[in-house]
């Protein structure tokens, strides 16, 4: 599952072939296509951005391009005439600009609008403060996890509510709460500040490092890790699914961390 910093490094592979260049052509297929892109042809492109997991690209003229990659998408670069690396029926939306085709395949949501609505977007309005942004606001992401609605959800919950803090997703909540020693299950409201605080910094810290941000990039040591032997102490790994829309299951180390 594409989190901020994949998002983080896919506007950064884009932007430089796409900003300040003209849209020659576009086009959306697939499930909920956007009939209106057609709009984007023959604007520039001014800028790529990713804000927490979504793909923001907007052109001249103030209308802005969203994809949101959830579980299977991605963004590819190819050359004119160069042979895709996923089948073209994949493909929800392709941009050709001078020397560039950017596919975007599999992903479930790609909306355009304007960009001054995004004050009022139900997703893009609400995101909290994002983890890889210069100005991440960590005083705002520690209200936001401890308002009421959040008391009484486990971390391993809060951590990935887009609303509190953007751009964490399944493989860093589990490093993050490992890096800190934090039982997954335990509620908000049950942390002391000072833990809530460490969590978004190591949320930061790992996350920037993985976007390639800040140096020294770690390999995981609880995700995916089912059975194997916890780096720190040699007690296996445990791991739990977690039912919802999306599965996404907790690892963790027992002893390390406590927790069922
Ligand atoms: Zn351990």
Redesign the pocket.
Known sequence: MPEGDTLFRTAQGLRPYLVGRDVLAARAQGPGAVPQVQRIIGKRVDAVEAQGKNLLIRFDGGLELRTHLRMNGSWHRYRPGERWRRPPARARLVLEVDGTVAVCFDAPVVELFETRAEAIHPTLSRLGPDLLSPEFDAAEAFRRLRAPERASMSVREALLDQRALAGIGNIWRNETLFAERVDPFVAVRDLDDATLERLIATARRLLTQSAGVAPGRSPTKVYRRTGRP?P??G?AIRSAPTSGEVPRTTYW?P??QGGR
């Open positions: 916890c720190r102490c007690t180390c002893n390390c």
